[in-house]
């Protein structure tokens, strides 16, 4: 039997199933998650006015903090549309090249994300570990400089994935993705062709990136708190720890649930299929939804500047 007459050639459309084994309680589940839709845009979007309009907010963390809530604004824009449209509206199908450009943007803002928080642990450290030299060396050209490279740094290693697919393969098992969003390894399962070259290079993206961010955290903190710990007054060992304490909960929450997706997603095949759309959904709403009301309760100056703003 021929290739063609077992397989698809080529679909131009392809269908998002929502959460397989949940689409009796899909509009259900589409509740909460538009609600922590709406409050991480909002979050965001009201955290990004507050850094902008305030001068005295025009500093490194604050700026790295401003574009980590533009990039949670994309992410969530970019999946939460078509989700709730698949949950609520019974629009399941999507264009093939549409799922890829979607593909494309929420694996390059994820690996955006990752590169911010880098960002502003080794701000962090700087300020904590030379405090003396920190306005010298993070200068706003240089923060500019640090958001150009995260940037192209996720777009260029993210692409190869996109030629990869709509290069490689022509003849596709199904059109029928079990998942709620278009994700990398959803659509190379679809392929009838061998998938090892993609599976490698998805590999190779996510340890690159994780591992080289995670790494470069993990010894910027652990030399913060070396340096805290040393700092001969208690009230200048808190000060410092504060300034700290919403970082590391934002890094904490983004690694650990990425962490969770990925391994459930390709180690644990013994759990249920609905878990790991579940938990990768989640992955990519918490973060954002999380993000601002962190920040916002842990950092004294946008936590003023906001009530004030909203109470003018």
Same mark, same amino acid.
Do not use: D, T
């Given at each position: 039997m021929s290739v063609s007459n077992i397989t698809i050639y080529m679909p131009s459309v392809l269908t998002l199933i929502g959460i397989p084994g949940l689409e009796s309680v899909q509009r259900w589940i589409g509740i909460p998650f538009c609600a922590m839709f709406?409050?991480?845009?909002?979050?965001?979007?009201?955290?990004?006015?507050?850094?902008?309009?305030?001068?005295?907010?025009?500093?490194?963390?604050?700026i790295f903090l401003g574009m980590l809530g533009a990039t949670d604004i994309a992410l969530t824009s970019s999946i939460m549309p078509k989700m709730l449209g698949i949950f609520w509206f019974n629009m399941p199908e999507i264009y093939f090249d549409s799922c890829l450009l979607q593909m494309w943007f929420i694996h390059t803002l994820q690996c955006t994300e990752s590169g911010i928080l880098?960002?502003?642990a080794l701000d962090r450290f700087v300020a904590i570990c030379y405090p003396?030299?920190?306005?010298t060396i993070f200068t706003h050209q240089l923060v500019s400089q640090i958001g150009a490279t995260v940037i192209l740094r996720?777009? @260029? %290693?993210?692409?190869?994935?996109?030629? /990869?697919?709509?290069?490689?393969?022509?003849f596709y098992h199904t059109t029928v993705i079990s998942h709620s969003y278009c994700e990398h390894m959803a659509i190379v399962?679809?392929?009838?062709?061998?998938?090892?070259?993609?599976?490698?290079?998805?590999l190779f993206v996510a340890f690159t990136v994780a591992g080289f961010d995670l790494t470069f955290i993990t010894l910027s903190y652990i030399q913060i708190f070396t340096t805290v710990f040393h700092l001969p007054q208690k009230e200048a060992r808190l000060k410092a720890f504060n300034t700290c304490i919403a970082h590391i909960c934002v890094f904490l929450q983004f690694y650990l649930l990425a962490f969770f997706s990925f391994f459930t997603h390709r180690f644990g095949s013994h759990i249920p299929p609905y878990i790991h @759309? %579940?938990?990768?959904?989640?992955?990519? /709403?918490v973060p954002p939804f999380l993000n601002p009301l962190v920040y916002g309760v842990k950092t004294?100056?946008?936590?003023?500047h906001v009530m004030k703003m909203f109470c003018s």
């Open positions: 709406l409050i991480a845009v909002v979050g965001n979007a009201v955290l990004l006015m507050v850094i902008r309009s305030e001068r005295s907010l025009h500093e490194p963390m604050y880098l960002a502003m003396l030299r920190h306005a996720a777009a @260029i %290693l993210v692409a190869p994935c996109l030629v /990869l697919i709509k290069c490689r393969f022509q399962k679809l392929a009838a062709g061998n998938v090892r070259i993609n599976k490698i290079y998805g @759309i %579940l938990f990768s959904s989640i992955y990519l /709403l004294k100056q946008i936590r003023i």
